[in-house]
C-alpha cells in the first residue's frame, strides 16, 4: 500500500491514542530508518529510548531467529533457559537478588508497588501504604502507575485513582521529609526525569533520599525504564548517584527492541511475592528473554560501549552548547546525561519536531513541549551527531519563536 492510503485506513482502525507524524516507516539498520518512500532517516528517538543497540542489529537478530526456531512461548508453570539466563546477567551486574520478568515498563511498576505494599504489610502492618512520588514524574498508564505519575495531564478523565499518594517537587529533599508519614510505604522516583523533560537531580539529591529511607524504614524504588540499560553511560544511572535502591524497574532497552519488563529487588524484599500473589502470562518470554540476553552482552562486553556512550555524551553536548550559542534567544538549556539529552526552548518544540522529521531527522519533545528530547541509539558515530547538529540549526534558524 501507499503511505496515503495506510495512514488513511490506520486513522479509521486504530484507536486515536496518539496524534502520529505522517510518515510510514517501513525499515531500519543501525541509527537509520526509511520510509515506504524509501526517504531517510537519522533516528534520534530511537522509538523513544528504545532501540538501545540501535534497529535490527545483527547479534539481537539472529538471537531472535534461533529462539523463534526453537520455542517461542511456555507458560511460567515451567522454567526457560532464556529467562534463567537474563536473570542471572541482571543480577550478576547490579544490587540485586532477585527478578520478577513483565512485558513492560508500567506493568513492572505496578508490580514494584504491589511488591512494596505486601511486603511492608508483612513487615510493619496495614498501616504502611502511602506512596511518596515527585511531581512531573511518569511511572506509566495504568492505574497504578499512572497513579504515581505527577502530572495531571495525564489523570484527566480517569479519576479517581489509587489512593494514598502524595507528590512533591522533584529535588527536594525538604519536601520529601515533610511528606513522610507513619504509613510511608515506599518513595518511587526517576533517577533522571525523561518524560518530564530531562531534569537531572543534584548530584547528592539520591544520596540523601536513600538516607532518610533508610532512617525511616522507608522503601526506594527507582524507575529506570527510560534511564537504564546504558542510557546514561552506565548500566543503571543509579550508579552516578553512588546509591544502591531497594527497587529497580526496567523496561525500554532492555530487549534490543523487544517488549520486555523487569523488577530487581533483594531477597527479603522478594520473598513478599508468593506465589499467586503476582504474575505475567507472557512475562519471561523466551523470544524476549532471548533478545534481552543479546542485547546486554553486547553492552557489557569489554565496557566499550558505556564508555564510549560518555564519549559521544560529551561531544553532542558540546554540539548542542555551540547551537546554543548560534540561537541564544531561542534555546534556553541543555541537559543530562549520557545520551538522554534534552534541548529546553523558550518556546514550543512542537514546530521544531516536525521540521526535523521534514528534514531527516527524528526527535520527540518532553515535559510540557519546550523541551526537545534526544535518545539515539548508543551506536551513534560523530558524523551522525554532525549530521544532527546541522539539522536542528537549519530548523532552528527557520523556526519563529
Known amino acids: ?6 495512514i488513511k485506513i490506520s486513522e479509521k482502525l486504530l484507536m486515536p491514542t496518539y496524534s502520529r507524524y505522517p510518515i510510514v516507516l517501513r525499515k531500519g539498520r543501525g541509527v537509520r530508518v526509511w520510509d515506504v518512500n524509501d526517504k531517510e532517516y537519522l533516528d534520534f528517538l530511537a522509538g523513544i529510548a528504545v532501540n538501545i543497540l540501535g534497529h535490527c542489529p545483527r547479534k539481537v537478530v539472529l538471537a531472535v531467529q534461533k529462539q523463534v526456531q526453537r520455542l517461542i512461548h511456555v507458560s511460567n508453570l515451567y522454567y526457560n533457559e532464556p529467562q534463567l539466563n537474563l536473570a542471572k546477567i541482571l543480577i550478576k551486574n547490579s544490587f540485586a537478588d532477585r527478578v520478577f520478568f513483565c512485558n513492560s515498563g508500567t506493568e513492572a511498576n505496578e508490580g514494584a508497588l504491589k511488591l512494596s505494599r505486601i511486603y511492608m504489610k508483612n513487615k510493619f502492618g496495614n498501616d504502611r501504604y502511602e506512596f511518596i512520588s515527585a511531581y512531573n514524574s511518569f511511572h506509566g498508564r495504568t492505574f497504578g502507575s499512572l497513579s504515581v505519575t505527577g502530572q495531571k495531564k495525564y489523570h484527566h478523565g480517569f479519576e479517581p485513582l489509587l489512593e494514598g499518594i502524595k507528590f512533591v517537587p522533584f529535588n527536594d529533599i525538604h519536601a520529601i521529609e515533610s ?10 522516583l526517576e533517577p533522571i526525569q525523561a518524560e518530564g523533560g530531562v531534569n537531572v537531580p543534584d548530584k547528592n539529591y539520591l544520596r540523601k533520599v536513600r ?28 550508579e552516578h548517584f553512588g546509591v544502591e535502591p531497594d527497587i529497580v524497574t526496567l523496561a525500554k532497552g532492555l530487549g534490543g527492541g523487544i517488549p520486555i519488563g523487569a523488577i530487581l529487588t533483594k ?24 533478545s534481552a540476553v ?3 552482552e553486547t553492552l557489557l562486553e569489554d565496557g566499550y560501549l558505556l564508555d564510549y556512550c560518555q564519549r559521544m555524551s560529551r561531544y553532542f553536548i558540546k554540539k548542542l552548547n555551540s547551537i546554543k550559542e548560534k540561537h541564544p534567544k531561542k534555546i534556553r538549556e541543555i541537559r ?3 545520551l538522554l539529552i534534552g534541548v529546553e526552548l523558550n518556546f514550543s518544540g512542537e514546530e521544531v519536531v516536525k521540521k526535523c522529521i521534514e528534514n531527516g531527522l527524528l526527535i520527540g519533545t518532553a515535559g510540557d513541549g519546550t523541551v526537545l528530547r534526544f535518545t ?12 544532527a547538529i546541522s539539522i536542528l540549526d537549519r530548523v532552528l534558524k527557520e523556526v519563529v519563536d
Open 1 to 6: 500500500m501507499e503511505e496515503k492510503e495506510i
Open 294 to 296: 543479546a542485547t546486554l
Open 179 to 188: 511528606a513522610i508519614t507513619d504509613k510511608t510505604c515506599a518513595i518511587i
Open 336 to 338: 543530562g546525561i549520557g
Open 211 to 238: 538516607d532518610i529511607c533508610d532512617k525511616e524504614g522507608i522503601l526506594l524504588i527507582l524507575d529506570e525504564i527510560q534511564t537504564g540499560i546504558g542510557r546514561t553511560g552506565k548500566l543503571f544511572a543509579y
Open 376 to 387: 539515539p541509539p548508543l551506536i551513534i558515530e560523530k558524523d551522525d551527531i554532525d549530521e
Open 267 to 290: 531477597e527479603e524484599i522478594a520473598n513478599a511475592f508468593a506465589p499467586k500473589t503476582h504474575a505475567s502470562t507472557f512475562g519471561g518470554n523466551p523470544v524476549a528473554c532471548a
